[in-house]
């Protein structure tokens, strides 16, 4: 820096005196101290002194507080000593910590230095204030020096980007990054005002350019602009830019600005209509409200800041800003950049509208939601400052319309809805006009007329922000920030360190330990943020919230991803390189999305101001129809076309940026924001810590110091530097690597100091610098040595010259000394008189000298003569030349008028192969049009046969119903089988004879179907899926509704439980009252122990009955999976033969294709017409019998088909008759089941009959698959049918136009039989739903039947109780032995019904086995699907290829146009070259006319001398003068002739050129136009071809489309079916719930007699007491034995509600699982089994308990039966205590047993629980991945859906185009014509030329010969000269002698002259 004076003023907040800081007293004091950094909560890092070590720990005194502190070793950071403060690059200190850095920083901001360098980038700390830094004079001390030369500046980094890019010729970029209010934008306008000034443009001197520095004074003028529409004041920032911008600025080769480019990025166009607090919107709002005149605020209707809603807080003044005076800056800049006036007001318009948008006041009707406008006042504002209507404004916004479909639909909207469309419309005013301001500054800095060599661009983006709260728009400010971040990683760290190990240095890697790739992946890379916003943007049922949840599901694992807490508002966060940021995801899809009013929009475009119309014209919007998605039946929606939301195009942009960064050389200026209150002078040094960690400023510093920042190319190296090292480097090629390291050693550097690559040698910093000083240094001296050089030569010049001057001065002054002394002698002046004299002697030698000039004259006339004769020559030559060409010229024009006549033939030729190509174009599409309806009709046909095929299967899963039902019943419903045996087989035939009808209807449909079928079709199918909905929708709600009941009875049932409990403790209570009393009951213990043994025995069998009733259920049901594979099975040949059928239509479409090549048998085809019209004749008088024997049959077929409807309705009175007596059956079976007990005899009978019903099942199977094949035959036929009926087509194409006639006819009577069928339809749906209604019936009665079976069992339970209590009064005594053997036998039974539970186990895995192998099989379909998808993609894939081979095509066809413009560019130039050619040949020729012209003088001089001859002789000579000048005039004559054949022949010339010309560019052009036209033809060719190959692979993906949403359908109906057997199930499992109710009240009405028992029982143990002293030892036995039972009726509790908590858990799944749609009816199936058997368990507990209760009771009648027989067993006291003993072991082995046997059960119960619990979690996972599959299967087949309408729009494209072509080939027609007409006028031209060339040839002709007479007369008369001047005196001949000698001479002359004037004419 030697060459900045430290001591200038300008340079205070620069530069900082050195010397200050190398005083040695404080470098004393410093290591004296011992100073080191400490580590400090507010301060960052504090001084402090060492004192003492104490371990790790280390004793420091704080400098400042002089406290004493332990510190641990690790947080210690050395101090650099006091001489390295204030350092102006950081790399330079010794110590490089965070501490120093941070101090280093701090000290030079306190000094008002705010630019610090830190390695290879600067760093700028805001300093809140203004410093005068940037002024001209500082610009000037910073232009052109190096970076060592001046202090840190953002000036010295934008000049060393200049200088390289002018050095390199390498694009630079300065990207200005850091936090929201750091001083980027300040940084930015600095550096664009040093670019202006230093690359100022060079001054112009012409006039028509602008002025010199405009460029540059709109270049610095554009910010203001910007700045005010774009800037605002946040809580961080004054002047915060709420946009990005890249300002490129383009420079020529010489370095000068050529123009200027700013691209803006997401304007945070929120800001509009609402601010946050201590917040405003944009400047321009405020700088328009108070600095417009009041005059100018009426004229556009702006009002006072409070008064606008969107300006939340008001008229908020910022300090230190003046709006007045920056509005009058807005507008001048304004004006330098060229805006009207006109412009501006219609800016200051759309922004008051803008503002008014939101004063529209709306309310909401009180019973609509339609939403109201009172007062439209604000309205009429708005719509006169934009020029539209009130009314139609008003309308667009409450009721605007929408387009359903193909309809357009008025919707209703809410006050929201209009509120949200206000606040849009604003937004995107506002945008537009913003966009607008920076195109129109675009196009007035962009100047075409320079060309840029090369750019710098400055980047100003909006910086990182971290609010509470953070929006969408946060969200893409903080990911351009992060991708800036790892540019700014990747160039410091990545790039530089590759580079290291690429080069082959020694290098350990530096780890920078920030890799902000995660956080981009997570928001950028597919199923990142950005792509979960846009796919939820297509979904119109998608909320923020289900947007929420999908982002955390897809990325809860992720590490920079953080889920939000339940405390928190926001919904998720991220972890940036800036720290952690919390999103709300509100308003997110809108946001996205940005839906604007398409009506409001339309009429902002057809605007009565232009400047709204300019502004609104290329909207690309997202209408309300995206916003109100109507469903149809398979989720599509009404889409306004395609639409990119705001994150694809910002995500678009920011690519195109970092590409744009990527490829130059960047420069970073590292902006750093002190502290957040804005404050000057203060620094936060945590805020500027973590700011530096997050730059990485201090891993740059290291790899700046460690590493080897400047590299140089050894080439550029040796080229630079090898002065430095003179004579080093031999002469001589030597490799380059070799000559650096000589040169290298020849320097003598440190070894440490550089390192030589492969192809670079690298330099640590500073070395570089060095070696340039050195250079200069050297180059300073090698000048100052040319220098001297210079300026001795030119002094020794000097003095040569001036030594010369002497010389010359002295003879000058010595001649003039002369002079002087000889001017007065008398001599010399007579010889200065006598000298001139002297000059008569020279006379002789005159004389001589004029001879020798008539010598070369003689010759030269002699020469001219010998080239007038060449030219003689050459003219015959060029004659006869002429006359070749005139014949040819013939010849050709009578070859061209052939052609013409040709060219006529052709043109005619070709009008009619393009009348025959329309009219085979227009064939085709006929063939096409019929083709698509044939396909579709045969798409109806299958899908009718699957309507009747599923009709069938319902038919026949009724009829098995039926049998079934047949079965259970009595022997008299086999006549009812019989019946419906006869009604099937008759709806069979019926069925058949149906079929045969329809295809018979098919040959006539094909061929007359029309479009009003098509609608009448659709219509249907919109009905359809209509009810379909419909029905949905009421089962979802139906299922709401139960999940409530449930959800009721849950809890009536816990409030049941709650009660229990309290009666089971007031039981308890009562069983220790009674337990003194239960001494003498075992024996009733035991006998109901039997009783249990009994009913586990009927239980058993009943299980086993169960049992074997499931496995043939069971196997029905694999019978029935064998059903579904066989039609699995004759799907796929459906489908083959489907197939078969495609590629026969092809080979149709290719043998139509033929049809193109076959136009040249044409003119056959024609002689053959005449014989087809005859056939058609003939054919239609067939046709007409045709119809009329259809009509004939299609009567009597009607015919039959209504005597089948009598005797179908004839079968339902006698199905109606069967029910009747079914029904009275039923009454008597009940009757019977009470009244007899032989149910068991008749379960085996039904089981007998139900195995034989399970026969006549497969049997019944067998015919089904019977009738598949058959349905596979008649599919065959009706294939065969199709192929026929695809020959029969060409063969009606001819028929048609005659067929006109008898189709109104057919079609009446089509749309008669079509009536009929609906008809048909309707009967057979009724028949149906009545069948329906009568298995309802049936199921009623059978529940009737169980019921009554239920009573009968309580009665049966009763009677039991009944019997078993006199039996137990009765066997007390006899009962007590066989206790023990019957609880062996209960052991027995328990380990048996153990055993039936491990094989129902077993039958549960089972099942489970069969639902994984079902499973299995749901995911090969799944893979199938995929595959089938994939093979669509590849389809797509391949069609876009062969749209890009289409572009290739048309761009090699652009070529070509350019190849032959440029060629005949090239004929013009060469044609141009041949004219110039011709024009100097013509020079020429007019300079030998020239000398000619020159020798005629000289022979006119000489006659003119002949002339004073003549005058001398008499009469004769007067003679001869008269005919000298009648020869003068026929020469003059003569000559105007030859100039005027001249001319001629030249103008001959030209047309001749000009026509070769024509005729060649005639050829050209014709050769182009017929390769042009064969060219396009076969494009034309090949793109139709390929098109209807494109139509037709549509057509067969739309056809498998529709094949796959038939199966969904299919699907959906089974599911349906199987839905309601599940609700079927569930209302069985309420009736049981309800039948545990009734059972538990009994219960409660048994505990309350128990209770009353109690109490009677309680006074007779007062009484008894005295008696029972002898048995109190028996009772306390029994106690104990009590309170066993009682802790295992506690356990049955338990096990009670366990069972019931693990019921409810299990139903609150299913009511889970329900909403999770069809999939999970099969799991709900198990889930009810798995109810099921709880309930049954439930049940079995519920059984146990009451037994319990009956022994209890049982113990209460004994105790009674006790008291009375007190007295008289006293004297058996001592035997019942004997037996009492036994009776005790006996008891305790039991109980041990018991025990034993429950604990078993219970541990294998809950593993069970376990394993299935565990089942269903995975079978639950299963179908959540399924459900993400489908969904993912469902975007590809919108994405396919997408791609097909892109290739429909492109085959209206692709039709444009070939309609250019041909208006193209009309106008090259009429080029013809013209350039036609012209070679005709030439050719005229040519005629007339000819005719007066012949013309002058007469003429030439009659001179010629009449100058050959006159050249005859004037030889005579010379002859008579000749001998006149013969006889001529001497003495005349003396005197005249000095005249008449040259007169001789001069005759001579002319005589030779005449003669060669003869040979000439000759």
């Not at 002089?66 to 101090?79: G, I, N």
């Not at 529940?1343 to 209590?1365: R, Y």
Request: aromatic share 4%; with cysteine; proline share 2%.
């Amino acid at each position: 820096m030697a060459d900045v004076d430290r001591s200038d003023p300008d340079l205070k907040f620069l530069v900082v005196d050195r010397n200050a800081f190398s005083d040695p007293a404080t470098q004393a004091e410093w290591s004296q101290k011992r100073l080191v950094w400490v580590p400090h909560e507010t301060a960052g890092f504090v001084a402090a002194s060492m004192k003492r070590a104490q371990g790790e720990e280390v004793e420091v005194e704080l400098v400042e507080t002089s406290k004493k502190v332990l510190v641990s070793r690790d947080d210690m950071q050395k101090m650099n000593p006091p001489k390295y403060d204030k350092q102006e690059d950081m790399a330079d200190l010794t110590c490089l910590n965070e501490a120093s850095v941070l101090h280093n920083i701090k000290e030079r901001y306190y000094s008002g230095l705010i630019y610090t360098y830190s390695g290879l980038f600067c760093v700028v700390v805001n300093p809140y204030k203004r410093l005068p830094i940037y002024t001209e004079k500082i610009i000037e001390i910073y232009k052109g020096k190096k970076r060592h030369e001046v202090p840190p500046h953002v000036f010295a980094i934008t000049d060393i980007a200049y200088r390289s890019m002018l050095q390199d010729r390498e694009d630079q970029s300065i990207l200005c990054t850091g936090e929201s209010g750091a001083g980027k934008t300040e940084n930015t306008k600095k550096v664009i005002q040093y670019l202006a000034y230093v690359a100022a443009s060079k001054p112009k001197s012409s006039s028509h350019l602008p002025a010199t520095g405009e460029l540059e004074q709109q270049l610095l003028k554009a910010n203001p602009i910007l700045e005010a529409f774009g800037n605002a004041k946040t809580v961080k920032n004054d002047n915060s830019s709420r946009f990005g911008k890249f300002v490129r600025i383009n420079f020529d080769a010489s370095g000068y600005i050529a123009g200027a480019n700013i691209e803006t990025y997401l304007l945070e166009k929120a800001r509009i209509i609402r601010q946050a607090p201590d917040e405003r919107t944009f400047h321009i709002f405020y700088q328009l409200l108070l600095g417009s005149t009041q005059e100018f605020k009426s004229n556009i209707l702006l009002e006072d800041a409070k008064n606008y809603t969107f300006m939340t807080q008001g008229g908020l003044r910022v300090p230190g800003i003046d709006d007045i005076e920056e509005f009058t800056a807005t507008q001048n800049a304004m004006k330098v950049m060229g805006i009207s006036d006109d412009d501006m007001t219609s800016i200051w318009r759309v922004i008051s509208a803008s503002l008014l948008f939101g004063n529209m006041e709306f309310k909401q009707e009180r019973n609509t939601d339609q939403a109201t406008l009172p007062d439209n006042t604000v309205a009429q504002k708005v719509a006169h400052l934009l020029g539209i209507q009130v009314t139609d404004l008003t309308k667009a916004f409450l009721k605007p319309r929408i387009k359903v479909g193909r309809d357009y639909v008025t919707k209703a909207q809410t006050k929201e809805q209009v509120e949200f469309a206000i606040e849009a419309i604003g937004k995107a005013t506002y945008e537009r006009l913003f966009k607008w301001i920076v195109t129109r500054i675009n196009r007035s800095l962009d100047r075409t007329k320079r060309q840029g060599a090369s750019f710098i661009g400055i980047l100003d983006i909006a910086g990182f922000e971290i609010f509470e709260l953070n929006s969408f728009e946060q969200l893409c400010i903080n990911y351009t920030n992060e991708k800036l971040q790892q540019l700014f990683n990747h160039t410091m760290f990545i790039l530089e360190q590759e580079e290291y190990q690429r080069e082959g240095i020694e290098w350990k890697f530096i780890d920078f330990g920030l890799d902000l790739q995660p956080t981009i992946d997570l928001i950028e890379k597919p199923m990142g943020i950005m792509a979960l916003v846009d796919e939820e943007c297509w979904f119109p049922k998608a909320t923020d919230k289900s947007f929420v949840e999908k982002l955390v599901t897809s990325h809860a694992v992720h590490p920079k991803f953080v889920k939000s807490d339940f405390k928190s508002t926001a919904d998720f966060s991220i972890l940036h390189y800036a720290g952690q940021v919390n999103y709300s995801a509100a308003q997110w899809l809108m946001k996205n999305m940005d839906p604007l009013n398409e009506n409001i929009v339309q009429y902002l475009q057809a605007s009565q101001d232009p400047f709204v119309c300019h502004i609104w014209k290329d909207a690309e919007i997202v209408g309300m129809a995206q916003q109100a998605m109507t469903d149809t039946q398979f989720g599509r929606v009404t889409r306004k076309g395609m639409f990119r939301t705001v994150s694809q195009l910002y995500k678009e942009q920011l690519s195109k940026l970092m590409v744009t960064l990527r490829n130059t050389n960047p420069n970073f200026v590292r902006c750093i924001i002190p502290n957040h209150e804005k404050k000057a002078g203060k620094i936060n040094a945590p805020l500027v810590l973590d700011q530096l960690r997050c730059n990485g400023v201090l891993e740059g510093i290291r790899i700046c110091r460690q590493g080897f920042p400047n590299r140089i190319p050894f080439q550029e190296f040796r080229q630079r530097y090898e002065l430095l090292t003179p004579n080093v480097i031999p002469k001589g090629f030597m490799d380059g690597k070799k000559a650096c390291e000589k040169m290298i050693e020849a320097l003598e550097l440190d070894p440490g100091l550089f390192r030589i690559g492969q192809s670079k040698i690298f330099f640590r910093a500073g070395v570089l610098a060095h070696l340039e000083e050195e250079r200069d240094l050297r180059i300073t001296d090698l000048v100052v040595k040319f220098q001297a050089y210079c300026r001795g030569l030119l002094a020794r010049r000097n003095y040569q010259k001036r030594v010369q001057q002497l010389n010359a001065i002295r003879i000058l002054q010595r001649n003039c000394a002369a002079y002087l002394k000889l001017r007065n002698w008398q001599w010399w002046r007579l010889y200065t008189k006598v000298k001139p004299l002297l000059q008569v002697t020279k006379n002789d030698e005159k004389v001589m000298q004029k001879e020798n000039e008539l010598k070369e004259i003689t010759e030269k006339l002699h020469h001219h003569e010998a080239e007038v004769q060449n030219l003689d020559k050459q003219y015959q030559q060029a004659l006869e030349e002429k006359n070749i060409l005139a014949e040819q010229l013939q010849a050709e024009t009578e070859l061209c008028a052939e052609a013409e006549e040709m060219r006529a033939r052709l043109a005619a030729r070709k009008q009619e192969m393009e009348e025959i190509i329309h009219d085979m174009e227009a064939r085709i599409e006929e063939e096409e049009e019929k083709v698509l309806k044939s396909g579709e009709e045969r798409k109806k046909l299958q899908q009718h046969i699957q309507d009747l095929e599923e009709q069938l299967e319902e038919e026949e899963a009724a009829r098995q119903k039926l049998q079934i039902e047949k079965v259970q019943a009595e022997a008299k419903m086999k006549q009812f089988e019989e019946q419906l045996v006869a009604s099937d087989d008759f709806k069979e035939k019926f069925g058949k004879d149906k079929k045969n009808l329809e295809e018979k209807l098919s040959d006539v449909s094909a061929t007359l179907a029309e479009e009003e079928e098509k609608a009448k079709h659709l219509l249907k199918l919109k009905a359809k899926h209509e009810s379909t909905i419909g029905e949905l929708e009421d089962k979802l709600r139906k299922d709401n509704q139960q999940k409530q009941e449930v959800e009721r009875a849950k809890r009536k049932c816990e409030t049941e439980l709650g009660d229990m409990k309290e009666q089971v403790l007031e039981r308890k209570q009562q069983v220790e009252e009674i337990q003194l009393q239960l001494g003498k009951r075992e024996e009733e213990v035991a006998q109901a122990l039997m009783k249990v043994d009994e009913e586990a025995a009927a239980k058993a069998n009943a299980q086993k009955a169960l049992r074997e009733l499931e496995s043939q259920l069971g196997e029905v049901v694999e019978d029935l999976d064998a059903e579904k594979e066989a039609r699995n099975k004759a799907e796929k040949q459906k489908r083959d033969l489907n197939e078969e059928l495609e590629a026969l239509k092809n080979e149709l479409l290719d043998s139509l294709d033929v049809t193109a090549a076959q136009q040249e048998l044409r003119t056959a085809r024609e002689k053959e017409l005449a014989n087809i019209k005859k056939s058609l004749e003939d054919e239609t008088s067939n046709h007409e019998q045709m119809t009329t024997d259809m009509r004939h049959k299609h009567s009597h077929e009607i015919s039959q088909i209504n005597n089948q409807l009598d005797q179908l309705k004839k079968t339902k009175t006698q199905a109606e008759k069967g029910k009747s007596q079914l029904e009275a059956e039923l009454a008597d079976l009940a009757n019977e089941l009470k009244a007899t007990s032989g149910n068991k005899q008749e379960a085996e009978r039904k089981r007998k009959q139900l195995e034989n019903h399970a026969g006549e099942l497969n049997a019944k199977l067998t015919e089904s698959e019977s009738r598949c094949t058959e349905a596979q035959e008649r599919l065959g036929k009706i294939l065969n049918e199709m192929e026929s009926m695809g020959s029969q087509l060409q063969e009606a194409e001819t028929r048609a136009s005659q067929a006109s006639k008898s189709t109104d006819g057919l079609e009446a009577q089509l749309s008669e039989v079509a009536a009929n069928l609906e008809e048909e339809t309707r009967q057979k749906l009724a028949v149906n739903s009545k069948l329906r209604a009568l298995e309802n019936e049936k199921e009623h009665l059978l529940e009737q039947v169980e019921e009554e079976e239920g009573k009968a069992k309580t009665l049966e339970k009763n009677l039991t109780t009944a019997s078993q209590q006199l039996a137990d009064a009765r066997r007390k005594a006899e009962e007590e032995s066989e206790q023990v053997a019957k609880l062996e036998e209960y052991k027995k039974k328990q380990m048996k019904d153990f055993e039936e539970m491990q094989h129902r186990m077993e039958e549960v895995q089972s099942s489970n086995e069969k639902l994984d192998k079902s499973k299995k099989k749901m995911s090969a379909e799944l893979d199938d699907a995929n595959i089938e998808l994939d093979s669509h993609r590849s389809k797509v894939l391949e069609l876009e290829k062969k749209q890009r081979n289409f572009d290739k095509i048309l761009a090699e066809e652009k070529m070509n146009g350019e190849r032959i413009s440029t060629e005949r560019d090239n004929a013009e130039r060469d044609a141009r070259e041949k004219e110039t050619k011709l024009l100097n040949l013509n020079r020429g020729l007019e300079e030998l006319q020239a000398q000619l012209d020159e020798s005629e003088r000289s022979r006119r001089q000489l006659q003119a001398e002949l002339d004073d001859l003549v005058n001398t002789q008499g009469t004769a000579d007067k003679n001869v003068h008269e005919l000298e000048k009648a020869k003068r005039q026929l020469e003059q004559e003569l000559v105007e002739q030859k100039t005027q054949l001249e001319e001629l022949e030249d103008e001959l010339q030209q047309t001749e050129d000009q026509k070769m010309r024509l005729e060649v560019n005639m050829q050209a052009l014709k050769t182009q136009f017929e390769r042009d036209l064969a060219a396009k033809e076969e494009a034309g060719e090949e793109k139709r071809r390929g098109m209807a190959k494109q139509i037709r692979d549509l057509e067969a993906e739309l056809d498998e489309e529709r094949k796959q949403k038939q199966a969904a359908v299919n699907a959906k109906k089974k599911l349906e079916t199987d839905y309601k057997d599940l609700e079927s199930t569930m209302d069985m499992n309420n009736k049981l719930k309800e039948d545990a109710l009734k059972q538990l009240k009994k219960l409660q009405q048994a505990m309350k007699e128990i209770q009353r028992d109690a109490e009677e029982a309680h006074a007779s143990k007062n009484e008894v007491l005295q008696q029972s002293k002898d048995l109190e030892k028996k009772i306390k036995a029994l106690e104990s034995d009590l309170v066993q039972m009682q802790e295992d009726l506690s356990a049955a509790e338990r096990a009670r509600r366990t069972a019931e908590s693990e019921r409810d858990e299990l139903a609150e799944e299913l009511s889970s699982s329900g909403s999770k749609g069809a999939l999970a009816i099969d799991e709900k199936r198990r889930l009810d089994a798995r109810i099921a058997a709880l309930e049954g368990e439930l049940e079995e507990e519920q059984t146990q308990s009451e037994m319990l209760m009956e022994r209890a009771r049982k113990a209460q009648i004994s105790i009674e039966q006790l008291t009375t027989e007190l007295a008289g067993e006293r004297g058996n006291a001592q035997k019942m205590e004997n037996s009492k003993m036994m009776l005790e072991r006996q008891n305790k082995e039991l109980k041990v047993k018991l025990e034993e046997v429950e604990n078993s059960n219970r541990a294998k119960a809950k593993a069970a629980i376990a394993a299935l619990e565990s089942k269903v979690s995975n079978l639950e996972e299963q179908l959540s991945a399924e459900a993400q599959e489908r969904m993912l299967a469902a975007k590809g087949n919108r994405k396919l859906e997408k791609k097909i309408k892109e290739l429909l729009m492109q085959l209206e494209d692709e039709r444009r185009h070939a309609d250019q072509y041909k208006e193209q080939n009309e106008k090259t027609n009429g080029r013809m014509k013209a350039m036609r007409r012209q070679l005709d006028e030439a050719e005229e031209e040519i005629s007339r030329e000819k005719a007066h060339r012949r013309k002058a040839q007469r003429e030439l002709d009659d001179f010629v010969e009449s100058n050959e007479s006159m050249n005859r007369e004037i030889n005579n008369l010379k002859n008579k000269l000749r001998r006149g001047m013969s006889g001529l005196p001497s003495s005349r001949l003396l005197k005249g002698r000095g005249s008449v000698v040259p007169g001789d001479d001069s005759i001579a002359d002319t005589e030779s002259v005449d003669g060669g004037g003869e040979e000439s004419e000759k």
